[in-house]
Each structure stands twice: as structure tokens, then as C-alpha cells.
């Protein structure tokens, strides 16, 4: 399974939900595939699932995708308690898992490449919709399901290691512009006002 | 912390528009988060690592809920490189609320707390987070606002380092 064929599978099926992304590979391709106004991709490691949870409390009517890998989730586990303790029903997580650090050219194998289940991580920190997929029709029946339903999904996605983002051209938005039109995609569609020029 | 401290400074923060607060518990003003929690126009969410803290803060904060974040100065050596990549690079305004241990004013100090404590305030320098330090009530509701205030207007976090009085 590619992490290409997901996400075209999913950019169909985004229209008003909130899509935090990580870094790297999954940043360009999503960018690319589905250039969203609700898109956050916070171009970092170990901070989309955080940033999306808060997101997910605070606006508990809107449905929050998270789009993490398995580098990223790694760095960052303590999150996972945190998440089934608060089991936000309004949070679809993603973990695009292809096993190795890409980004390094090298390859170097992630903890996943060999004894670590992260949906048994997820399941045993209390989010007990946490499944692994490992084939695009399981893909498309998990993600569907977590798209329709009220509640907290946590899905481990076995992909292959791939390089086709690198032909794809890299955003030119800074992080800042990228923030702003978000915050204002949401001010648009929240009716209410985000940053405040005063407290 | 001295009671009638502690629901002055969970007042000043309701008070200059603080909706949300994630935090990690430490010893110094433990006795806000109860307060926290009492108090409804608080969201309040406990963590397990203080870089959750800021990444969950960041998400409130964009979300429209100006957002806190409390834990002890530690807290910003563990967080670092999310104060950097989500509140600075990204420019994310949230406000730090810091229990200054390790301080020359911090009346639990010791050999364990002074060396992150003489550290704390280069640390917030190298990272170009605003910063003041409260030693007693003097103005606090004034220096809380003047800190939210701040963290609006540069869409960065802003920290209130918390010592003397408030660490008895």
C-alpha cells in the first residue's frame, strides 16, 4: 500500500474537517493532493497529534484529522496516554507507518520495523479504536468508518516506503501565511474571531 | 502558595481572557489547578510531558481559546523545541505560566533546582520568549493582562516566571 493511494482515497472526502499534518514526505504529498484551507501541516516532528487534540477539545463539533508517521508518533508517544484518557470523539489519527526514517536518505528502520505495535500502544494507553491496516481495501473501510462515525479512531497504516514526494514541487507558503490562512479559513467558517490584535 | 495567591492569580487569569490550560503538576502553585478545575470557564487538561503541554496549547489556541500552558521551569527545557517550532516558527500565542524553581528568590531552592533555575532565564533568551518575573502580589492582575496582552499582539508565547512568594 502507498501512502499516495491513501491519501488520494481521503482528499475526496475532506470538506469542512480540520487536517493536521506533520513533516517531511506526508507534508508535500498532502499538500499536493489536497490543497485544503483547513490544512495545518506544522512541518515538525512529534507535534501534529498534540496540535490536533487541542484542536479537537476546543472546537468538539468539527471532526480533526491527524496525519502523523511512524518517526513522528515515536518521538512523541507520550501523547498516546494523554489521548485515551481524553478520547475526543471528533479525532480521526492516521499513521502512515512505511518503518524507516525516509526523510534521512538512508533509510534507517524505525522502532516499528521491529518489535513495536503502536495500535497495541494506542489500545493499551486506553484508545480502543486503534486497528493497524495493511492493504488499501482495509484502508478504505477503516477510513471511512472513522470519517462517518463520532469517535476517537486511532489508525496504523503499514505502508511502502516511497520517494515520489521528492518530484513533487515544495510548498512556497511560509509558516506564518500557512497559519494565517488557516486561522482565517476557520474565523470564515466558525463565525468568530481567532487572533485578537488585544487580550 | 499562600490561598488568597493562588485565587488571585487564577482570577488575573480568567480575567485577561485565559479559556484553556494544559499543565503538568509541580509543587510551587499546585494549588491553582484545583482552582482551575472549580472554575468553568476553564478548559483544563492534564499532561504527560510538557511538550503535550505546548503542542495541545497551540491547538487551543488556534482553535480560538487563548490557551496556557503550567509547569515548572523545567517544563521549558523539555518543551524547547516545541516553544520554537509551534509558538515561534509557526507563531502561536499562548501564554507560559512557569514555576520559577531553582531562582535566588525560590524559597524551596537547593542543589537540585539551582542549576535549571540559573539556566531558565538564558534559555528563554536564546529562544526570544518574552518574559517577566513575579516575586510577590504586587500588581498581578496588571503584569497577567500586560503578559496576555503581549502574546496576542506578537502571536508568540509569553512567559510569567512565578518566584518569592509564590513558592512558599
Known amino acids: 500500500m502507498k501512502r499516495s ?11 469542512d474537517q480540520l487536517v493536521v499534518g506533520s513533516l517531511s514526505g506526508q507534508r508535500v504529498e498532502w499538500a499536493h493532493v489536497c490543497p485544503h484551507e483547513g490544512n495545518l501541516l506544522v512541518a515538525s516532528m512529534g507535534a501534529a497529534l498534540g496540535v490536533a487534540v487541542g484542536l479537537s477539545l476546543v472546537l468538539p463539533h468539527r471532526k480533526v484529522i491527524a496525519l502523523e508517521s511512524d518517526g513522528s508518533l515515536l518521538l ?26 525516509s526523510g534521512t536518505r538512508i533509510s534507517e528502520p524505525s522502532a516499528t520495523s521491529g518489535n513495536t505495535d503502536l495500535a497495541a500502544v494506542a489500545r493499551a494507553c486506553g484508545i480502543s479504536r486503534a486497528v493497524t491496516v495493511r492493504d488499501l481495501e482495509s484502508f478504505k473501510r477503516e477510513a471511512t468508518e472513522a470519517l ?32 494565517y490562512r488557516f486561522v482565517r479559513y476557520l474565523e470564515k467558517t466558525e463565525g468568530k474571531q481567532i487572533f485578537l490584535g488585544r487580550g | 502558595m499562600d490561598a488568597e495567591l493562588a485565587k488571585r492569580l487564577v482570577t488575573g487569569l480568567r480575567e485577561a481572557g485565559i ?35 505546548v503542542s495541545i496549547s ?11 500552558v503550567y509547569f515548572e521551569g523545567s517544563g521549558v527545557y523539555v518543551s524547547a523545541y516545541n516553544l520554537l517550532v509551534l509558538g515561534k ?31 531558565l532565564i538564558p534559555l528563554l533568551q536564546s529562544l526570544e520568549i518574552q518574559h517577566v518575573v513575579l516575586e510577590d502580589g504586587a500588581r498581578l492582575e496588571d503584569k497577567m493582562k500586560g503578559a496576555v496582552k503581549m502574546m496576542h ?13 509564590f513558592t512558599v
Open chain 1, 5 to 15: 493511494d491513501c491519501y488520494e482515497f481521503l482528499a475526496p472526502r475532506v470538506t
Open chain 2, 153 to 165: 499582539a506578537i502571536k508568540q508565547p509569553v512567559a510569567l516566571l512565578f518566584t518569592g512568594e
Open chain 2, 19 to 53: 479559556g484553556f490550560v494544559s499543565y503538568l503538576p509541580e509543587t510551587r502553585l499546585s494549588e491553582i489547578v484545583p482552582l482551575l478545575r472549580a472554575d468553568s470557564s476553564f478548559m483544563v487538561v492534564p499532561v504527560a510531558n510538557e511538550s503535550e503541554a
Open chain 2, 89 to 119: 516558527r509557526l507563531g502561536v500565542p499562548m501564554l507560559l505560566i512557569v514555576a520559577y524553581y531553582g531562582s535566588i528568590l525560590d524559597k524551596r531552592n537547593s542543589h537540585i533546582y539551582a542549576a535549571p533555575g540559573i539556566h
Open chain 2, 58 to 68: 497551540a491547538g487551543a489556541s488556534l482553535g480560538g481559546r487563548p490557551a496556557a
Open chain 1, 76 to 101: 512523541s508517544l507520550y501523547n498516546l496516554p494523554t489521548l485515551g484518557n481524553l478520547n475526543p470523539p471528533n479525532l480521526t489519527v492516521f499513521v502512515f507507518d512505511n518503518e524507516v526514517y
Open chain 1, 148 to 179: 462517518e462515525q463520532r469517535t476517537l479512531s486511532f489508525i496504523v497504516c503499514k505502508i511502502e516506503q516511497t520517494t515520489g514526494h521528492r518530484q513533487i514541487p515544495r510548498p512556497t507558503e511560509d509558516l506564518w501565511e500557512h497559519k
